[in-house]
């Protein structure tokens, strides 16, 4: 693991992909950091933070499609996978050595709320804290990220995928509110999520008989639950993926200047299934 | 040691490795020898953990590859078919990577490294980047990375492609330098190449086993003992005579030529050696030669991994329009079908 990630990260720093992702995410912090907090007046950096998330979604694309497809692409990844180290910790190796890079402009950052305590009032413990969420829903992107790149060996579809992704991610609040409303709605929306979820696990484990168990007792769970009270459903589905709004919890940093410690830990779990799903993308394509 | 049992690889309706078994002892120069598309390098990518089989098992050095699979591998240096390379990095640095890589103790890694350079003579190259380095550079390269560690087992799918005339002579001398000391295990569908280096052979065909054994013992099972080279002093009527008189000859041919002597090929039910001596010193013709028909390597992969064994020998008959050859035909393909089993 630890001679993955030297090897990547000094990869980073040797090729332009390094230096041209720090740059532009410092760039654009620094922009919005001017705008609202230098010209604007307003104390609080998060302010600036939270209107250059969209930035993400450009970035980060760049920075990960290379990982785990350029390895597969140039027959590189036969040296890790046949090497005694672990899937696991090639992974984990790639990941921090992404998230290394990704820590040098949020480090950077860092310099940006005592520029403000410089000039007055500053609020450094809000600020401190949205600069850490911010880090950590950057992190959960960037293994979206990794993933997508594990699931292909073309860089520019790895690089299309996460965007595409990370845009349903940055609307999701929005598309949310367009969900039916009704029980019914909700009932078969549920429904769609259960079967996505059946489908997934299938995909992971092989065994059709454990997705179909599955599906059916969750099919029987959701329609026992529905007649007996539906009332419960109406506006459940929006409710249910409202929850798990990926920018929700940075938001709750970052405007209510709460330390929204659920936030913190659906972003760490997001980051440890994320990761678990690329190690079981690499060990299913052996089996394929 | 490496034992492979019962292996299968199945990619949907077709079997890339079709239940292959054998087993390579220690210290041996170990070919793997097919056509293209045999499955020789599936099979090495089992071998080495980079794909799993759909069923049976690997066991190197008593650690199975999917159960142990950081024993196995610290025992194996691998050479793929592309070398692993990283263009961007100079070949030092990316031989320190493997080391690290390969977990070697950090105070024997420059150590390691600068005796695989020095095998693999890239001590020239130490600096340069690999994306600028020539094919057969690269593929030294990859070498090096496979030997680093001097792991018990080392991999190689065809490690001379690319290479030139010179270079594939320095890695077999290679080859045979790292068999004092370790079990070498290699690919190609050049039977030269294999016939130059390997003391065993396994020629697979369609992913099933086809045959194993040392490069002599193939030839000499291969070869057709009922027939024979015949050089004689006398002419070529008297040498029919002969023949005709001989109960077991089947079919023969004869070829005078002008120093006085005939060449004949002897075709036989059973072996006829002994009463063809008696039979020529009966006659006071002299019986310069016998030889047995020898198969070479060539002939052996060729008869061994002909797809279509029926029209191989309707191919042959055609050739030679002689009843005897179609039966030997016949023979080399029955014996080909054993060998399956």
């Given amino acids: 693991m630890k001679a993955i990630y030297k090897r990547e990260v000094q990869s980073f720093f040797n090729s332009m992909m390094g230096w041209v992702f720090i740059a532009a995410l410092t760039v654009f912090i620094g922009i919005y950091f001017m705008a609202y907090n230098l010209l604007g007046g307003v104390p609080y950096f998060s302010t600036a933070l939270a209107n250059v998330l969209f930035i993400f979604m450009v970035l980060v694309p760049i920075l990960t499609m290379r990982t785990m497809a350029e390895e597969r692409h140039s027959k590189t990844d036969q040296l890790l996978l046949t090497s005694p180290a672990t899937v696991t910790g090639v992974i984990l190796g790639m990941y921090l050595a992404l998230l290394t890079v990704f820590a040098v402009p949020m480090l950077l950052s860092c310099l940006c709320p005592l520029i403000i305590k410089l000039n007055g009032t500053a609020f450094l413990l809000a600020d401190y804290a949205s600069i850490f969420a911010f880090f950590l829903l950057g992190a959960v992107e960037i293994a979206i990220g990794l993933l997508i790149s594990a699931l292909t060996e073309s860089q520019i579809i790895a690089a299309v995928g996460t965007f595409f992704i990370l845009l349903m991610l940055y609307l999701w609040d929005g598309l949310v509110g367009y969900l039916p409303a009704t029980a019914v709605g909700s009932l078969v929306g549920l429904f769609v999520l259960l079967i996505i979820i059946c489908l997934l696990l299938n995909a992971l484990s092989n065994n059709w008989t454990i997705s179909l168990y599955t599906l059916l007792i969750g099919a029987a769970a959701l329609i026992g639950f529905y007649i007996r009270n539906n009332a419960l459903y109406k506006g459940l589905m929006a409710k249910v993926l409202g929850k798990f709004s990926p920018l929700a919890a940075f938001k709750s940093f970052a405007n209510d200047h709460v330390f929204d410690i659920s936030g913190a830990l659906l972003y760490v779990s997001l980051i440890a299934l994320l990761i678990f799903l690329t190690v079981q993308v690499l060990q299913k394509r052996r089996w394929n | ?341």
Avoid: W
């Fill in chain 2, 1 to 341: 040691m490496i034992e492979v049992k019962n292996l299968v690889k199945r990619y949907g309706n077709h079997y890339a490795v079709d239940h292959l078994s054998f087993t390579v002892e220690d210290g041996q120069i170990f070919g793997f020898l097919g056509p293209n598309g045999a499955g020789k390098t599936t099979t090495m990518s089992i071998m080495t953990g980079y794909l799993a089989a759909t069923e049976g098992e690997v066991i190197i050095e008593g650690h199975n590859i999917l159960e142990e699979p950081e024993e196995a591998k610290k025992c194996i240096g691998y050479l793929p078919e592309l070398p692993p390379l990283y263009p961007d990095m100079t070949v030092a640095e990316y031989l320190r990577f493997v080391a690290e890589l390969k977990r070697l103790p950090r105070e024997e890694r420059e150590n390691q490294i600068s005796k695989v350079i020095s095998l693999t003579h890239l001590e020239d190259m130490t600096n340069r980047l690999i994306k600028n380095l020539s094919k057969g550079y690269k593929q030294r390269v990859g070498l090096a990375q496979a030997i680093l560690g001097f792991p018990k087992i080392i991999i190689l799918d065809e490690p001379t492609v690319g290479l030139d005339p010179k270079q594939v002579v320095e890695v077999r001398d290679l080859i045979r330098h790292l068999s004092k000391e370790h079990t070498v295990i290699l690919s190609s569908h050049i039977l030269s190449e294999i016939r130059a280096v390997c003391d065993h052979i396994l020629i697979i065909r369609h992913g099933k086993f086809v045959a194993c054994d040392t490069p002599e013992k193939l030839e000499e099972a291969m070869s057709a003992h009922n027939a024979l080279d015949l050089q004689v002093r006398g002419t070529t009527e008297e040498v029919e005579k002969i023949l005709l008189s001989l109960t077991g000859v089947t079919s023969h041919t004869l070829t005078a030529h002008e120093d006085g002597t005939v060449t004949a090929q002897v075709f036989s039910v059973s072996d006829i050696r002994e009463a063809l001596f008696f039979a020529f010193a009966d006659a006071r013709r002299p019986l310069l030669e016998i030889k047995p028909q020898m198969a070479s390597l060539e002939e052996v992969f060729l008869d061994l991994t002909d797809d279509t064994a029926s029209s191989g020998a309707a191919l042959a008959a055609e050739e030679t329009p002689d009843p005897a050859a179609e039966e030997t035909a016949a023979e080399k393909e029955e014996h080909s079908d054993e060998s399956h089993l």
